[in-house]
């Protein structure tokens, strides 16, 4: 799984990006955060029961079955890494630590979304 973040305020080539993502979805997208998963699309973020539901949702479902990737052949064009068109069959580990400095390893299982995104 390849997680990839783009400012879109000040950064007009991430404001065309977008432009062609919304292309490749037929949908206008008319907020943020966006999060793309296989041909799923979430718009914003509420709280982790529900958003947060929906992501981990499509994450298990592009884990159990074959999801294509719409935006990675975008990414591609743009110059960006060659993204895999697939998702993988089978689950793959993750790692849910990291170090701190001045707090030591935290377990990033242990929060929710937004904290996790202030903590990183």
Same mark, same amino acid.
């Given at each position: 799984?390849?997680?990839?973040?783009?400012?879109?305020?000040?950064?007009?080539?991430?404001?065309?990006?977008?432009?062609?993502?919304?292309?490749?979805?037929?949908?206008?997208?008319?907020?943020?955060?966006?999060?793309?998963?296989?041909? +799923?699309? $979430?718009?914003?973020?509420?709280?982790?029961?529900?958003?947060?539901?929906? $992501?981990?949702? +499509?994450?298990?479902?592009?884990?159990?079955?074959?999801?294509?990737?719409?935006?990675?052949? $975008?990414?591609?064009?743009?110059?960006?890494?060659?993204?895999?068109?697939?998702?993988?069959?089978?689950?793959?580990?993750?790692?849910?630590?990291?170090?701190?400095?001045?707090?030591?390893?935290?377990?990033?299982?242990?929060?929710?979304?937004?904290?996790?995104?202030? $903590?990183?």
């Amino acid at each position: 799984m390849v997680i990839q973040q783009f400012e879109i305020w000040y950064d007009t080539e991430n404001q065309k990006l977008l432009q062609k993502v919304e292309k490749q979805f037929d949908t206008p997208i008319n907020g943020v955060p966006l999060t793309l998963i296989g041909d +799923a699309k $979430i718009v914003g973020y509420s709280i982790d029961t529900i958003t947060g539901k929906q $992501i981990d949702e +499509a994450i298990q479902y592009c884990l159990k079955n074959t999801c294509t990737d719409l935006v990675g052949p $975008i990414l591609s064009a743009k110059g960006g890494q060659e993204l895999p068109q697939k998702s993988p069959k089978k689950s793959t580990e993750v790692n849910t630590q990291v170090t701190i400095p001045g707090f030591g390893v935290v377990q990033l299982k242990d929060f929710s979304l937004p904290v996790v995104t202030i $903590i990183l």
